[in-house]
């Protein structure tokens, strides 16, 4: 029976083929040449699936001849911690998110999306790295959409800055789902009502968001919202914290453009694993 690990290597191979030109090329190098674009995704999902470091994924993966061989690797064939690390400038963030729309699809979504945010800190770095960098905000906000019937991690949105509202977040990521989503549920931090008549009027997706109590006429507002519809936001909760839980709590990334694309995959690894959790098929006739 294949391991936890196998399956998860196994959906990965399968998500990654459909985000990488490359996938048909001899993944490892010849000549002195470089690894695939589809190799490295795949180890750097590995790696993230492991929570450990660039140095002990190749350690590693050198015991896991099985596993090398679903990405098309020989552990002969395994590069250099330092290569890895390097290859990831190349992934850009448009390829993680293409995976992290490709990990969702693996699971049967429902109609009903919840948003939220938090926080992921930033790897600790030395005071001269910070002064050099300007690297001076310690935690990286995201803000996730999530289905609610399966708990899946439907699109991200990422900022090391504080600039721009939840609201305007929101209307981002409802956007690219419209066509997805029957209903939106958030808490009041997303209570804006051109949001609601956004939501409602532009792309056809019912906002089950609560109103802050300014005024008597609220309260009404408030009693016509579901409230089982409603309370499924707390699905969010429960995903961030199934992702810190499983997959950490801090970016190992110390340049902001690298933590995106980091975070990205890290979704991604949590809609996979949880794929091959629950021995979720993979879809047929591919």
Known sequence: MPTLISRFTERVTFAVKRVADDWDEPAAPERGGGFTDAAMISLHCLRIYLNTTYRMTIDLLMEMPQICREIGLEPADLPDHSTLCLAFDRIEMEICRTLLAQSAQLHNTGSIGAIDATYFERSPASRSYCNKTKYDVQDLKATKLVDTETNVILDLHCTTTRDGSDADICKQ????????????????????????????????????????????????????????????????????????????VALRARIWYREFRELALMCAVYNIKKAAEQEIPIPSGD
């Open 173 to 248: 990521l409802a956007r690219k789902h419209a066509g997805e989503l029957q209903a939106l549920t958030a808490d009041k931090g997303y209570d804006c009502t051109w949001l609601r008549e956004y939501l409602r009027e532009d792309i056809g997706v019912r906002p089950l968001i609560k109103h802050c109590i300014n005024k008597p006429y609220d309260h009404a507002h408030n009693a016509r919202i579901d409230d089982d519809l409603y309370h499924q936001r707390s699905m969010s909760e429960s995903v961030f914290s199934a992702v810190k839980r499983s997959l950490g």
